[in-house]
């Protein structure tokens, strides 16, 4: 599997992004799709996450601002960001895996490039 992340960029406090995630090859394969983000000097964390069944979870820091949705037509994985701050910059990576839904990077066996998020004050 293939991942391709794309969509962020610089916005200010406030402001909205959506990030996209389009994947190719073994597609039939996947069973959940995650976003996670990493800050300088901060550990990778999964922001939020869905199955194939289109069931998703998220971090407690970005529920109710941040939805995560695929469609399947083309494969690809979007991540709307709203109300954004400061504390949300970092760069984003989409990952997927043909397991279980799991919050944990380890789990995740495929990974796109990251694509950053800037959040201005």
């Known amino acids: 599997v293939q991942l391709q992340a794309s969509g962020g960029g610089l916005v200010q406090a406030g402001g909205s992004l959506q990030l996209s995630c389009s994947a190719s090859?073994?597609?039939?394969?996947?069973?959940?799709t995650g976003w996670f983000r990493q800050a300088p000097g901060k550990q990778r964390e999964l922001v939020a996450a869905?199955?194939?069944?289109?069931?998703?979870t998220y971090a407690d820091s970005v529920k109710g601002r941040f939805s995560i949705s695929r469609d399947t037509a083309t494969n690809t994985v979007y991540l709307q960001m709203n109300e954004l701050t400061p504390e949300d910059t970092a760069v984003y990576y989409c990952?997927?895996?043909?397991?279980?839904?799991?919050?944990?990077?380890?789990?995740?066996?495929?990974w796109g490039q990251g694509t950053l998020v800037t959040v201005s004050s």
């Open positions: 869905i199955t194939m069944f289109n069931s998703p």
């Open positions: 090859g073994r597609i039939s394969s996947i069973k959940v």
């Open positions: 990952a997927a895996d043909t397991g279980a839904l799991s919050r944990y990077e380890l789990d995740f066996s495929s």
